[in-house]
């Protein structure tokens, strides 16, 4: 028999990475939330497959949303990791995920076919005005992070895009 407490400890580890995504809009930055069903709503994200955590991001929300890599400009100063423990089952996982910041121009959205094999599906998206988009996050880790996000978007001083197809 474990001794007491331990069963608390978590026994497995996980690290994945995503991307905040926003796009400007005559209205302000609309974000990128993809749902799961229920009251679940997170950003694009997935686990580590033996490359970077940027690398991981950015492969990850192009088979979550359709957007390539090219069609995301970073912000730089934006950085945060995620720290939680979660139950998968009978097993407790240490989760690590890390976000980045991207703007994009692309307001299409294509979610990949539901998979019910691998169990890792989204429902639906939508993009969401800040207001809409913290009153949907059910996590506080999530709302701290888009409110972190959100922060940088609207103070920071605003560099045009370079026009398509020019180097970056």
Do not use: C
């Not at 005559?26 to 990128?32: I, N, V, W």
């Not at 809409?132 to 996050?137: G, K, Q, S, Y």
């Amino acid at each position: 028999m474990p001794p007491r407490g331990a069963a608390l400890q978590p026994t497995g580890r996980e690290i994945s990475a995503g991307i905040i995504i926003y796009r400007e809009t005559h209205e302000g930055p609309k974000f990128l939330l993809l749902y799961h069903g229920g009251r679940y709503w997170n950003f694009p994200k997935g686990k580590l497959d033996g490359e970077s955590s940027l690398g991981a991001a950015q492969r990850e929300v192009q088979e979550e949303t359709g957007i390539a890599p090219e069609e995301l400009r970073f912000t730089e100063q934006f950085k945060v990791r995620d720290r939680f423990v979660y139950q998968r089952g009978r097993e407790r996982i240490f989760k690590t995920v890390t976000y980045f910041l991207a703007e994009t121009r692309q307001a299409r959205v294509t979610l990949p076919l539901r998979d019910d094999r691998r169990g890792e599906h989204h429902d639906g998206f939508g993009w969401f005005l800040y207001r809409d988009a913290i009153r949907m996050l059910v996590a506080p880790n999530l709302k701290q992070n888009l409110k972190h996000a959100y922060a940088l978007v609207v103070h920071r001083k605003r560099v045009p895009h370079p026009p398509r197809g020019a180097a970056r």
